[in-house]
Structures are given as C-alpha cells and as structure tokens.
C-alpha cells in the first residue's frame, strides 16, 4: 500500500511539474508581477523550477528568499535547506500538537490563557472565555487559568481577585505572624523591608520601640509579646511588663511577667531568674533528686515536648486537667487535655474500642499502656504490666524497662522514669568528669557555655576570656568562636555560640558558592536541606515545601504546606487526624468506593481541592459533600459512576471547576447537578452517556464551559441545556448524535464555541460565532445544494441525459441500420449514460424532499441505501459510457485505418465484449457496497454521494477511487484521442487524390472528430487533473468540487445523443422524410377536400383510402435501376395494411395501379424543375422530365451513402 501511495505521489508531482512548469513561463510572459521572483528564482537555480498559479493551486518549489528556492518536499523536512532557514521556520511548519503557534514561535498550550502574555501579538490571551483549563487549573472569573495549588494562597493570580474568594485560611501556627488579612508568614519576615503580607501590615509596626531584645541580641517583635510563651529563653523580656496580672489564674513573677497558677511548682523555672514559681511549694508535686525532677505519681501527670527534651517535662496537678487550656505549654503532643471526654474511649467510636481508660477520666491510646512512663495521673496505665529480665549488658530501670548499661548516668534520660540518672555517687566515671550532682559529663563539654548537668555545676567556677583573637567572633554571651562559624547555620551550639548570636544581623552576608542561604541571612549546605530539623532561624526556609507527615493513621501519605498527596496508597477509608492546615487532598488511585458517607468530609470542611479520581467509585451518597462550602475544584475522573442523583453535589455552593470525564454515566437525569450555582467549567467526556434529560443542567447559573465528547448520545431533545444562559463554549465531538430537537440550542444566548461532528448540528445553533466543522460542497443548512445554479441545472442535465438517452434507445430500436454493431454500441452507450441522468434526477429529488430540513436528516441521507443506490449509478454510468466510447472507437480505427487487413467486428463478438465490460464495470461500481471495512460508506462521504477523489484529503478508499476515476479514464481517453488522430490521419491519406469536391466532406468529419475528442477530454480531463493535484498535496478550493460533480461528470451523458445519433446523416435524413410525410399528408387531405367541394362530390366517412407517396428517402434504400412503378408496388402491402385497420370496406375495388397517388419533390437550387419546391405531384401526371430529374438526384445520393456509416 505504501508502496502504491510513492508511485501516485511521484506521478502526480511529475505531472504537476510539467504542466505548471509551462503555466509559469506563460504568466511570466504575461508580465505577471508575482511571478517574477520566481521566474528570477528559476534562471538562478537550474536544478530547480518554480511553479505556481494564479488560482487555486500552489507553488512546486519552495522560495526561500531572494533568488533562492528549493524543492516542495525539502520543506520542513527537519535539515534547513535555506540559507536563512526560512524552510524549517513555524510560520511554514506549525508546531506540535502540544503547542500553540505564536506568531513565528511555538509556546506549550499550558501556558495559554494564563495571564502572562507570551505572544508579541498577545494571541495567547485572546479569546479565553472559551477556552477549556487543563486539568489541575482553576477557571478565573476573567476567563484566564491559574494552577490550583494558587488558589486561596492570597495572591491575586487571576488579575480579578476571584481566585481568592470565598477562602478557608489555615490557623497560623504559634510562632508566625498573621497578618490583617488572615495570611500566615515566618517570624523572620516582619520588619525585613519587604511586604510579605499582601496587606503590608508586616512592615506597619517597625520602630525600636517595637521590638524586645533578648540577652542573645535577638530581637521579638511586639506581636509576640505577652503571648504566655518567652520567646526570649534566656531573660523572658517579649513577656515583661504586661499589666496587671489576675490573681485568679496568674502569678505575678518578681520581674512583673505573670505566670498561669496551673504552671506554679510544676518542675520548670518560668520566673527568670530566681525561679520565684519552683519556691515555697507546699504540695510535693515532683521530687528532686541529684538535681532530677520526676512528677509524684498520684499527684501530678507528667506531659513532656515533641522534641522528647526531658528536661522540660512539667508536671500538671489533677485540677487542671481536662480544663480546656494546654497547661503544659508542648502544642498537641499528649499534653493533659489528651484523652479529655467520656465520649472517646469504647461506646459506638470502633476506632477507639481498645483505648486504656485512666481513672482520672481521660483515654489514651494503647500503645502508651505499659510502656514504663507514667502517663495517668495515678499511674494505673503501668499496673499489672510484666517486667522483662535484663541480659547482663543492661541495666533495669525502676519500672522495669531495660536500658544498656552504658547509659546508667550519662546525663541522657533513657529510662522513661528518668530512674537511670539518679543516685549516680556509686557509678565509675573513668575519664569523664562528675557533676556535682553525681552524674558523668564528657571533658569536652565542661565549661563549654551549654549547661548539660542537672544541677548546672559544669557551667559553675569557669574561666573565661575577656578578649577574642582578630580570626574570632565574639558572641553576645561573652563566648569566642572561630569567626567562619559567623552566618553559618550548619554549625551546632557546641562549635559556634551557644546562645546563637552568631547568626544573627545575617542578612547582609552573601554565602559561597553551592550554599543556599535563608531569608534571615544565614548559609546552609544542600544537604542539611528538607532533614525534617529547622536551621534557619525565624524564617524556616530549609525546610519549605518539604514533605512531613500530617497524620499519625496514614504517615505514608505525603504532606506538603497545606497539601495532603496519599497517591496510590490503596486506602479503603479517609484518615480522620489529618491536620487542620491541611485544605488540598490528592487522594487519586485508592479504594473509598464503600466509605465515602455523609461523615467522611465532616472534619474538613475547609478543603479547598479534593482530588477522587480512580477511587472505583460506583455510587456517590446524597449529601457527601453537603460541608464542602469552601470546595473549588472536585476530580472524580475515572471511576465508576454510572449515575448522579439530584442531591449527590448538594452544598458545592463555591465550586468552580467539576471534572467527571472517563465514568461509566449512562444517563443524566433532571436537575442532577443542583446545587452547582458557580460552576464554571463541567467535564464530562468519556463516559459511554446515552441520553441527557430535559433539565439535567438547570442550577448551573455560572457554567461557561462543558464538555459532553466521546460520548454514546444517539439524540438530544428540547430543553436538554435549559438553563445554561451563560454557556460560552459547548463540546459535542466524538457522539452517535442522528437527531436533534431544532429548539435545543435555544437559551444558549451566550454560546460563542460549539464543537460537533457535523456542520448540519450548527444549522441549530445559526447566532453561534464560531462551529465546527464548516459546511462542505454541497450542503447548507438548508438544502442539499447549496447554490441556486446548482439546483435547476441538476434537473436540466437530468432530465437532458434521461430523455436524450431514452430516446436514442427507442430511435435504435425501432428504425433498422445497415450497420448493426455499430448501432448496438450505441445503445449501451445510450444505456449507460441513462444511468447517470437518474443519478442526477435522484439528487435533484432528494434536495427537494429535504429542501429546508435536509441538516437534520444529513446522516441519515448518507448513509441510506438511496444514497448507495445513486453512487452505485454515478460510478456504474462514468465507468460503462468509458469503456462502451473506447470499443466503439476502436471499432472505428479498426474499419477505416484497417479495412481490408482485419475483419470488422461481427455482431457475435460485440455482444461478448460488451457483455464482459458490464460485469466488470458492475462489479467496480458495486464492490464499495460491499460489507469491507477498508471502504467505510465509500459513497456517502458527501451529500451527493459522489466519491471522487479530488480533495487533498485521503480517507479511507482514496486509492480504489484513483484507480477508477484517474488511472483508468486517462488510460481510456488516451486511447480516444488516439484512436481518433489515427483516423484523421487515414482519411486524409485515403483522400489525397480525389478531387476538391471531397475536401468539404474531410473538413466536416475532422470537426467531428475534434468534437468527440473535446467532449471526452471536457468531461474527464478536469476530474483527472484535478485528482492528480490534489495527490500531491494542492489544497483544491470547495466550489470547485461541486462545479465538477454537477456540470462536468454528467456532461457527456448529456451530449453522447447528439454526438452519436441525433447528429448522424441517417437520423436528419429519416427526421425530414418524417417531416415531409407529414407535410404532404397534410396538404393532400386539404387539396382533396377542397376538390370534393368544388365538384360537389360526397365523400364517405366510413371510406378511408391511403394515398401512398414517394419520398427521396424510399428512393436511398431501394436499388439503383428502381423506378417509379416499382416503388409504387412497395407501397402497395403498406396501404392495404391501413386500409384494413380502419376497420372499414371500400364501396368499390381499387386497385393501386387506378388509384391516384402522389411523389414529394424536393427543389434542387442548380436545376429548375418541373413543379415548385415541396409541391405533390400526382403519380398520374409525372412526366418523363420530372421522372428523370428523381433519378438523377437518387444517383447523387447514393454516392456519398458510404459516409453515413462512420457517425450513424
């Protein structure tokens, strides 16, 4: 097959060559002004020749620039055969199908509609309420697309704030800085110069005076003041001198800060620095001992931080627990409101059903049931719990855990009790050094600015240094550090200052190469990027857009800001502790399909994004969604819905953007998408949907674009899209649509774009600006033929070929030729050409009966076996009219070039041809009918069911219509033509000799041969060109395909009758004997009468007597030594033959010889003659002048009677 499409292609272009070659120098001589760059471009290039024209067709050979060109299939051949590359350009070789052509660049089709402009001209931009969001985008109020991860992050993407509307922030954690406007931003950003708050209040409150210095240097701004949290460890300053403290709940500190009364005696010093909270405790809440505080079990609840830092771990007394205020100051890890409520353990939570329930009332998770802490206030979480034995190399701490031996006394707590670093005087220290507490420190961390004994006796007598060298950097505390460590947060406390002062007043430095440094200022290496530990100070920035874990039920999904990815995950239900930050769920690929209920989003109603998709969804649950007020853009693609009910998206009163596509949705019922009141973008392709009711989109007051293509809708009735009033742009492609309700489109005043798979849906929708596809040839959205010349000629030419052909074949039939095979040619060309005028007639009817409504009825027009039935004509009556015009020139060669050295055809062998080019014409015209895939409605794929190739298209069967239109009629009409010029050439030759009285009879058959070979050529030569052009790629303008299929196929069905029978010698010279029998007829039966009257002789009625007469052309058919008498004795068995049909007897016997009949005489113009032109002569008058005059004439006549046999 490929190797037959080479073989056209290369002769078409061969041919186009040739012929536009010569059109060229022909227009250039013309002094076509546009074809003298290419002419110039020719002269230059001798290898190469251009070619163009000044109509439809385009040019052969590429002009690159200034005298320049090169071949056609070099361009965009992906090698620059251009100087200036102007063949590889985008303006000649578009962009990929990804892309969008920008002028003379190609941009991602991501990045249109985005409101960035990308195009000089700002193409991009254009026309964006039409234009459908990839998935994941959010459709603005303007019409332009953001990425959904920018909505509600509180900048402006969209240009018109509607992508910030109707928001759900996130809580701001308890060190950022809420701004005005809700948003959340790092500490290190207040004050920096650059407004991070969209409203700027981040750089509204930055005077001196509005800051707290700490004993490090570091400085905290006065939104954090007299929050209840020193953000200044070391001198508590953000904390002091906040007015008044309430004695009911507050402590007042001799420094003025005021501490809660449930953190009074609670083992942490929060009165710096005399610890005035710790003093004058009278009820034991923790013991002391070698400088280790444990909370009194049965007294207090010990609750410790998410960093594990034993050595803040309080102790919270039973009246404050469950009181509703986190008194242990560590966020939500276990504090003493854990486990708060009756409600949590056992009952109807399953989820909770094997919790441990405290006696002090509260649950706690099982896994904290024995595992050697304390975590109930009276300790019963710890009883009746086994003691493993220790091997020897552990030690066992108090409540029976086993630790390893060498971490008895090594100042980190490993015991839960902290049992394993006390009562240290008796452990062996070796080389280490020994707190005054009893426990052992390294060396190295004596006197090293860190107090890391209990008791703080490491940091206790130490000398330090009053002045630093010139390569060190003194920290605020007094310490030196090597001054490299300056700026550099990849250093620990042990190396650089312990307070952290070297990192501070960063923000001018500049880090090396390969660093990345922090907003605050300071350099870290990559590596210590995304390590789930925050080193750079107040503005956390190694650890953005990090992935964390935000619910300890599913930590495999994977977290980012305030987005939850659990993809993939085969997760048969939605975690319930996800945090409250999180709004974006990318839950794609899981198994909720028997979970999702009512409850299931009940924690969530601030989700702003929730992906669903491949969730083996089959059913959604009314109400599932009824929270989700804040939700813009819901993904349920790929599952397996085959329905929605009419409650199912009740509550999505926010969402923007809905996507259904690749479902198995089968029917959409009436208000089945209530609730929806802002949608704006509706994806509902690929679902094998059948049937949308009659109000399936009211409620959508918002919708602009929806897409219902590669769907199975067969139909669509009225009020289908009620509702939809602001509907821009409408996607129907890829249906089974056959029939629409002509009121379907109508509500849609705003439609702009609509898309469907025929241009006679877009006759229902005529305000539309823009449908596709176009309107093809032919159709319209009215009738079947689109131009008014088009229609009346279809029935003209019709019924010319119709009757001239019918006629032919009675005319052949009835009237006897001397040359019987040629006469039997004739009528199957007649035949043939019969065919075609009922094709003609067929479409000519078929656009009256659809005439006004023929859009609704396209499909079903072509595809109807009337339709096949016509195609099977036009191609059976093309084909047949060929071939039967080849024999009979043929046959014709054969008799004149050839007359003595081949026998003529006998009437035997003409039938057994013929017979044969009717089966095969037959079966070329009839195999499209048949059931192949490979010819897919072969006929039907335009509305007059022509299948001419003549389009640069090629649809399926393309090559079995080149075969049969082009490569067999130009074989056939070479043959003609030459046939034709072979004869011409003999009967010159043949006639050479004879005198100049035979030139005119040359001169008439050489006009009549041009005239067979100029029809044949008008008819088939336009179709073959035009096909050999179109094989090559040149674009033919539409209208010339209807002009060809009305006016030139059927042109020689309209004119064989008259080239083959009406024209010929015999058919004129029967015509006028016919006329002239008429007319003597006529005049008899007046002379007769008038001669009755004048002698008063009555005439019978019932007597009918017929006056026979001779005519020239019973003289032609009789032989030469006929005389007078003897055609009378011809005549005789004729007029007793009417006589007896009348029915009548003659009163008396007549007998031919007594009877009075007549001779029509014609005038001869050289000789006068003895009556008057067209006069009747009675037989009994006709003298021996006339008489010899008649047989004169019957000799002249027969002379030239061999010539009729060539065109009768």
């Given amino acids: 097959m490929q190797e037959w499409d080479g073989l056209l292609l290369q002769l078409s272009k061969f041919i186009i060559i040739c012929l536009t070659t010569y059109d060229l120098s022909v227009m250039a001589e013309d002094g076509d002004g546009d074809l003298a760059a290419l002419i110039a471009c020719s002269s230059n290039n001798s290898s190469n020749s251009s070619s163009t024209s000044s109509s439809s067709m385009q040019v052969i050979l590429f002009h690159c620039g200034s005298h320049e060109c090169i071949r056609q299939e070099f361009r965009c051949n992906g090698v620059p055969d251009c100087a200036d590359g102007s063949d590889e350009a985008v303006r000649e070789c578009g962009c990929l199908p990804n892309e969008y052509q920008c002028g003379e660049t190609c941009i991602d089709n991501m990045r249109l509609c985005d409101t960035r402009i990308d195009c000089v001209d700002a193409a991009d931009e254009a026309n964006c309420e039409t234009y459908a969001c990839p998935v994941g985008h959010f459709k603005c109020n303007n019409h332009f697309c953001v990425p959904s991860e920018h909505v509600c992050d509180f900048h402006d993407h969209c240009g018109d704030g509607s992508d910030e509307q109707e928001c759900h922030h996130r809580e701001c954690w308890k060190a950022e800085f809420e701004c005005s406007n809700g948003q959340c931003i790092r500490p290190g950003r207040i004050c920096d110069g650059v407004a991070h708050c969209k409203d700027a209040t981040d750089e509204v409150h930055c005077l001196p005076e509005d800051f707290a210095v700490c004993g490090s240097g570091a400085r905290v701004h006065r939104y954090y003041w007299c929050d209840g949290w020193p953000d200044c460890r070391d001198n508590h300053a953000d904390e002091l001198h906040c007015g008044e403290c309430d004695p009911a709940w507050q402590f007042q500190c001799p420094n003025s800060r005021c501490v809660t009364v449930s953190n009074l005696c609670d083992a942490i010093c929060d009165c710096v620095p005399d610890c005035a909270d710790e003093a004058n405790c009278t009820h034991l809440t923790y013991t002391l001992t070698d400088g280790v505080k444990v909370c009194e079990v049965g007294s207090s609840m010990s609750c410790s931080v998410a960093s594990l830092d034993r050595v803040l771990d309080r102790c919270i007394t039973l009246p404050f627990l469950c009181d509703g205020r986190n008194d242990c100051h560590n966020g939500g890890y276990l504090s003493d409101e854990s486990g708060c409520g009756e409600e949590t353990c056992g009952g109807g939570d399953g989820n909770r059903s094997d919790w441990f329930s405290c006696s002090d009332g509260r649950c706690l998770p099982p896994n904290l049931h024995c595992d050697h802490k304390y975590d109930c206030l009276h300790g019963d979480d710890e009883l009746n719990c086994s003691r493993p034995e220790c091997q020897s190399s552990e030690w066992q701490c108090r409540s029976g855990q086993c630790i390893p031996a060498a971490g008895r006394c090594d100042l980190t707590y490993q015991c839960h009790d902290k049992s394993d670093e006390v009562n240290c005087g008796t452990v062996s220290c070796g080389a280490d050094r020994r707190c005054d507490s009893g426990q052992c420190v390294k060396p190295e961390l004596w006197c090293d600015w860190l107090p890391d004994c209990p008791d703080a006796s490491d940091e206790a007598h130490c000398e330090r240094r009053r002045e630093c060298r010139l390569d060190e950097l003194r920290c605020a505390s007094g310490q030196c550090v090597p001054l490299r460590y300056k700026c550099d947060a990849s250093v620990g406390p042990r190396q650089a200052c312990a307070d952290s002062s070297h990192l501070l007043n960063c923000s001018k430095e500049r880090c090396g190469p390969g660093l990345f440094q922090c907003g605050s200022g300071p350099c870290l290496p990559p590596s210590m990027l995304c390590d789930g530990e925050v080193q750079c100070p107040l503005t956390w920035d190694d650890e953005d857009n990090c992935p964390f874990s935000c619910s ?178 409408l996607d129907l492609r890829h249906n089974q649509l056959s029939v629409m309700d002509p009121r379907v489109f109508s509500g849609l005043t705003s439609l702009h774009h609509l898309w469907t798979d025929e241009f006679r849906f877009c006759c229902l929708a005529r305000e539309v600006g823009w449908c596709h596809p176009p309107p093809d040839e032919f159709s319209s959205c009215e009738d079947l033929m689109t131009n008014s010349v088009l229609r009346v000629c279809v029935w003209v030419l019709g019924f010319i070929a119709l009757l001239g052909n019918s006629f032919v074949i009675v005319w052949r039939l009835l009237y006897a030729n001397d040359n019987k095979v040629h006469s039997f040619l004739i009528t199957n060309l007649a035949l043939g050409d019969l065919c075609m005028g009922l094709y003609l007639l067929i479409i000519a009817a078929v656009d009256i009966f659809y005439r006004g409504v023929y859009f609704i009825y396209d499909a079903f027009w072509r595809t109807s076996s009337l339709c096949q039935l016509a195609g099977f004509f036009s191609t059976f009556s093309s084909e047949l009219s060929v071939f039967t015009l080849t024999v009979i020139t043929l046959e014709r060669l054969v008799v004149i070039v050839f007359p003595f050295r081949v026998p003529r055809l006998s009437m035997r062998w003409t039938k057994v041809i013929m017979g044969v080019v009717w089966v095969c014409v037959a079966f070329l015209a009839a195999l499209p009918l048949a059931d192949i895939h490979y010819f897919r409605n072969f006929y039907g794929r335009s509305g007059v069911c022509l299948a001419l190739h003549i389009t640069h298209e090629k649809p399926s069967g393309w090559q079995y219509s080149v075969f049969l239109f082009l490569v067999l009629n130009l074989a056939s009409f070479s043959v003609i033509a030459g046939s034709y010029w072979g004869m011409y050439r003999a009967a010159r030759t043949s006639s050479a000799a004879v005198r100049s009285d035979l030139q005119r009879r040359e001169t008439s058959m050489a006009r009549k041969m041009t005239l067979i070979v100029v029809t044949d050529a008008a008819c088939w030569l336009p179709i073959i060109l035009l096909g050999v052009v179109s094989l090559a790629g040149v674009t033919i303008p539409p209208q010339v395909f209807a002009w060809v299929a009305v006016f030139v196929l059927p042109l020689n069905a309209a004119i064989n009758p008259l080239l083959y029978t009406v024209s010929t010698a015999p058919f004129l010279s029967k015509a006028r004997e016919r006329a002239l029998n008429v007319r003597s007829s006529f005049r008899w039966s007046i002379s007769r009468r008038a001669t009755n009257s004048s002698t008063g002789t009555a005439v019978d009625d019932r007597t009918t007597v017929v006056k026979p007469t001779l005519t020239l052309g019973d003289l032609d058919h009789t032989p030469g030594a006929l005389s007078t008498l003897s055609a009378l004795h011809l005549l005789t068995p004729h007029v007793n033959h009417l006589n007896s049909t009348r029915g009548h007897q003659p009163r008396r016997s007549q007998s031919l010889h007594g009877t009075v009949g007549h001779v029509v005489a014609k005038r001869n113009t050289n000789e006068e003659w003895a009556v008057s032109q067209r006069e009747i002569i009675p037989l009994c008058e006709l003298t021996n002048h006339t008489h010899t005059q008649l047989s004169r004439q019957l000799s002249r006549k027969k002379h030239a009677k061999h010539h009729h046999e060539l065109y009768d």
Wanted: net charge neutral.
């Fill in 552 to 729: 300890a039920s599913a930590p495999y999904c994977e977290c980012r800001d305030i987005s939850i990815s659990c993809l993939n995950q085969g997760m048969t239900s939605l975690p319930s502790d996800i945090e409250p930050q999180i709004s974006r769920f990318h839950l794609a690929g899981n198994y909720l399909n028997h979970t999702l209920d009512i409850s299931t989003f009940l924690p969530y109603r601030h989700i702003v994004f929730l992906d669903l998709s491949n969730n083996s969804l089959s059913t959604l649950p009314a109400g599932v969604f009824l929270h989700l007020s804040r939700l813009r853009i819901l993904d349920l693609r790929h599952n397996y819905l085959r329905s929605v009910a009419n409650s199912t998206f009740l509550g999505l009163v926010n969402l923007k953007t809905l996507h259904l596509s690749g479902n198995a949705i089968l029917a959409l019922e009436g208000w089945a998408l209530y609730g929806l009141s802002s949608l704006t973008t509706l994806e509902m392709s690929q679902q094998g949907m059948r049937n949308v009711s009659c109000h399936a989109f009211v409620g959508l007051r918002s919708l602009l674009n929806l897409n219902l293509s590669n769907n199975q809708l067969s139909h669509l009735s009225g009020g289908a899209f009620s509702g939809l009033s602001t509907l821009l742009s």
